[in-house]
């Protein structure tokens, strides 16, 4: 009981508060599995599951095996060799995350169709008429394509941050075992990176499946697209939550095997001395052909989509610039600020419950606030909406006393609903950077603050608060970024009349005015460049 006591603070109590709204939008989704099916449901069953299932296997599995080759041939050659422009491509190829894979669906679309710069270019210059059954980007292939170019960077930067502290005895002895740089990569470096590329094919993997864009507009029916069409055109939530609880079954279907791919197999060294890998310099052909692969990965996934974005901004902006184009410009600044406010605030609240209070409930606390960001934005918008209705219907005798004219939905037609639905689906992210920020700085300051006589509060306004800004200032830009891109939750759960950049882009493509949509895609893009560069930056620094 004196345990109990001295464990449950302000800091505990808040936690719990916290994790709880967390859990309950998720397990609201459990419990309504267990409904009644209805016709919809009948009907989804027997002719349409099989190709939602079928699609986003072919989508998963195909660009997980080509991100998984080009991330870790990229982050070989970045980490092993030295040849030009080599710091420039370092940073250059984190940057095709900058351009959301929804965006660069409809630019590509617009650079390779029937009237597009190449079709045209080829037509009224060679006379050269390409098939269009084999020839269009809006398909399956296309679709992969999209998705391979725009997602590599997360098995990137994993895998060459690995493989950049790895011991360089490793590839030294294989070199002196007369192995080629192919035979290196293929026995040596592979293997010994599995984990890493495991990792980043996991996250990748979780993107595909929460993407909505890219499969609306080329018209390929998977999950995300099923639970809009059920939510909005049938008008269905029971059918949008069973289909959303298929999806959940997927996630954690890959998460579990994520462990099992990592866990099976461990590599130790023989020495306590770990060098890095000294890069190799390429001169020559060899320096050429290094230069000219990260490169054209490079213009598939940035410059191309970048140029493109910006010519058509100028061939549309005065249409497009007004005072509505303004409002919708400060709509997402504002509700991006406010929701990564808030996240970050809840992420320091809970990171330093566990850091304070190591046990089992901190290890459950800290795998609850990942929950979110491993689940699609379409299944935790039927879990929120789900939520706020019943949370309405429960309070609408409070709303009546207020105001005898009220409605029964308040709540569930809000702004509210968005931001808690962010929240949820980012907080895994502000929680990491500021728990890592917490790993940094250690528990000494905090025992020394507390032998010293100062309460847990005052240590942490006095002490902690002030050594973790970096990490603060860090989860904040990183959630800011995440907001203003994110495009599934915003169209489910977003006010009446309310837009976003996100969601501006993508109705201005789906009504096919492209030109129109470059101004909102390009200030994304332009804000998610600079996050990039920031964060290359700061590591940079950090490993100097």
């Known amino acids: 009981m004196r345990k109990l006591k001295s464990n449950l603070n302000i800091w505990a109590i808040f ?36 190709d939602y299932i079928i699609n986003s296997m072919m989508l998963i599995g195909f660009t997980g095996t080509l991100t998984s080759i080009i991330g870790t041939s990229l982050a070989w050659i970045i980490s092993a060799y030295d040849f030009p422009f080599k710091v420039f491509l370092k940073w250059g190829l984190i940057l095709p995350l900058a351009i959301p894979p929804y965006i660069a669906a409809y630019t590509y679309n617009g650079l390779l169709n029937y009237t597009g710069v190449i079709q045209s270019f080829l037509r009224n210059t060679y006379n050269i008429y390409l098939d269009q059954k084999y020839f269009n980007v809006m398909s399956m292939k296309g679709a992969i ?62 993107e595909v499946l929460n993407d909505y864009g890219v499969v609306k507009y080329f018209g390929i029916p998977t999950f995300s697209t ?42 130790s060294y023989t020495t306590s001395k770990i060098r890095p890998i000294k890069p190799i310099k390429l001169e020559g052909i060899k320096g050429i052909l290094a230069f000219g692969y990260c490169f054209i990965i490079f213009s598939l996934g940035f410059l191309i989509p970048t140029f493109q974005l910006t010519h058509w901004t100028f061939l549309s902006y005065k249409k497009v610039f007004s005072m ?53 934005g379409a299944v935790i918008a039927v879990g929120v909406i789900v939520f706020f209705v019943n949370l309405d219907n429960r309070l609408y005798g409070f709303y009546k006393m207020i105001d005898p004219n009220s409605s029964k939905l308040v709540l569930s037609t809000s702004i509210v609903m968005l931001i808690f639905a962010y929240i949820i689906r980012f907080l895994a992210i502000g929680y990491n950077s500021i728990e890592s920020g917490f790993e940094k700085i250690g528990k000494r300051f905090f025992e020394a603050s507390r032998t010293l006589g100062m309460n847990v509060i005052q240590t942490f ?11 603060i200032v860090s989860a904040f830009v990183l959630v800011f970024v995440d907001i203003l891109k994110e495009l599934p939750l915003t169209l489910i759960l977003r006010p009446f009349n309310f837009n976003t950049l996100a969601t501006k882009s993508f109705e ?16 994304i893009i332009l804000v998610s460049v600079v996050s990039i560069y920031f964060f290359y930056k700061v590591g940079d620094k950090e490993e100097k």
């Open 461 to 471: 306004f006095k002490v902690d608060l002030k050594m973790i800004k970096p990490a």
């Open 145 to 206: 394509f999209i998705f391979t170019i725009f997602l590599f960077p997360y098995v990137y930067i994993i895998t060459k941050s690995f493989l950049e502290k790895q011991s360089a005895s490793l590839i030294e002895t294989a070199r002196v075992l007369g192995r080629t740089p192919f035979e290196i990569f293929l026995y040596v470096v592979f293997p010994i990176s599995r984990g890493a590329i495991v990792g980043g094919v996991s996250l990748v993997i979780l």
């Open 508 to 523: 201005y493509a789906n009504d096919e005015m492209i030109h129109e949509a470059s101004i909102s895609s390009l200030i």
């Open 226 to 267: 099923a639970i809009f069409k059920t939510w909005f055109a049938m008008g269905d939530i029971d059918s949008a939550v069973k289909l959303a609880s298929i999806l959940m079954v997927f996630v954690f279907g890959i998460l579990v095997l994520e462990k099992l791919l990592r866990g099976r197999k461990k590599f």
């Open 324 to 376: 509505k184009f303004l409002e919708m410009l400060f709509n997402s600044l504002w509700i991006a600020f406010v929701s990564a406010g808030f996240i970050v605030i809840m992420a320091i609240v809970i990171a330093n419950y566990c850091r304070i209070q190591e046990g089992f409930i901190s290890k459950i606390y800290s795998k609850v606030t990942a929950v979110g960001y491993s689940i699609p």
């Open 15 to 50: 936690s719990f508060i916290l994790v709880l709204f967390v859990l309950l939008p998720n397990v609201n989704i459990f419990i309504n599995i267990f409904n009644k099916p209805n016709e919809n449901w009948h009907h989804i069953k027997a002719y349409l599951l099989k």
